[in-house]
C-alpha cells in the first residue's frame, strides 16, 4: 500500500472511532404480549466420534492422571461439531449439528456421566438456521435418559423441552456413540 494511502486510511478510521455516539441506557417493561405456543417434536440421530481421522469430538482438556484408561476419564472435557443426521448409519443425510462442550463428570466409571453445554443447529429444512440449546446432565449408561433444552435462537426462539435419548451404538474402547434423539420443544 501507498504510504499516502495508508495515512488516508488511518485518517478515516481514526475519523470513524472519532465520531459522536449517542449512548443512551434503555428500560422499559410492559405487559408480555400473549403468543400461542407451539409444541414441535424432532427425531434423528447424533454421530459423536471420537476415532479416526476426522473426530467429530475432541478432548480439549483432562486431570493429570494416568490411572484412568477409559477414553473419557473423569474431568475430561471434549469439543463437539458432531452432525445430526436421519438415521444411525454413518452415510445417512446430515440435518444438522451439534457444537459445543461436555465435559465427564462422574467419578464413578460405572456411572459414566457427561454434561452437556451444546447447541444444535439445523442446516436444512424449515428450521434451517434455528437451533436450540440442551444443558444437561446425561446419564449415559441409562439406556433410556432425558436431557433438558433451556433455550433457542430463530425459529426455536425461547424453547424449553427435553429430549429422550436412546444409545443406537457405543464402543467403550474408542468412545464413539450413535445417539436416537427424541426432541419436544415448547417455542413460539
Ligand atoms: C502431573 O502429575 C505428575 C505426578 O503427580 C507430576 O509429577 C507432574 O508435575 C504433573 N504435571 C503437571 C503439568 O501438572
Ligand atoms: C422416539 O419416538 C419413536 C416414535 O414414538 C419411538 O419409536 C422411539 O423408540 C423413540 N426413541 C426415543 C429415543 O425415545
Ligand atoms: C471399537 O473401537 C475400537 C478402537 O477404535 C475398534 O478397534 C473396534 O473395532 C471397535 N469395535 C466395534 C464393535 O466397532
Known amino acids: 500500500m501507498e504510504r499516502s494511502t495508508a495515512i488516508i486510511g488511518l485518517a478515516l478510521i481514526l475519523y470513524i472511532a472519532a465520531a459522536p455516539v449517542h449512548s443512551e441506557y434503555y428500560s422499559k417493561s410492559k405487559p408480555a404480549v400473549h403468543m400461542e405456543e407451539k409444541v414441535t417434536h424432532l427425531h434423528f440421530f447424533l454421530h ?6 476426522n473426530p467429530s469430538a475432541v478432548m480439549i482438556a483432562r486431570p493429570n ?9 473423569f474431568g475430561s472435557v471434549f469439543a463437539t461439531d458432531d452432525p445430526l443426521r436421519t438415521g444411525p448409519e454413518p452415510t ?30 439445523f442446516t436444512t429444512g424449515k428450521f434451517k438456521g434455528s437451533s436450540f440449546g440442551v444443558f444437561s446432565r446425561n446419564p449415559v449408561v441409562e439406556p433410556h435418559r432425558e436431557v433438558a433444552v433451556v433455550g ?7 424453547a424449553r423441552g427435553f429430549v429422550e435419548v436412546k444409545t443406537a451404538h457405543f464402543n467403550g474402547t474408542s468412545g464413539d456413540a ?7 420443544l415448547f417455542h413460539y
Not at 65 to 73: E, F, L
Not at 94 to 111: C, E, K, M, P, R
Open 48 to 53: 459423536d466420534i471420537l476415532s479416526g481421522k
Open 178 to 184: 450413535i445417539l436416537e434423539y427424541n426432541v419436544t
Open 152 to 158: 433457542g435462537r430463530g425459529k426455536f426462539r425461547l
Open 92 to 121: 445417512s443425510e446430515i440435518i444438522g449439528n451439534a457444537q459445543g462442550l461436555y465435559l465427564s463428570s462422574s467419578q464413578d466409571v460405572t456411572q459414566f456421566t457427561i454434561v452437556m453445554y451444546i447447541d444444535f443447529a
Open 65 to 73: 492422571r494416568t490411572d484412568d484408561k477409559s477414553p473419557t476419564p
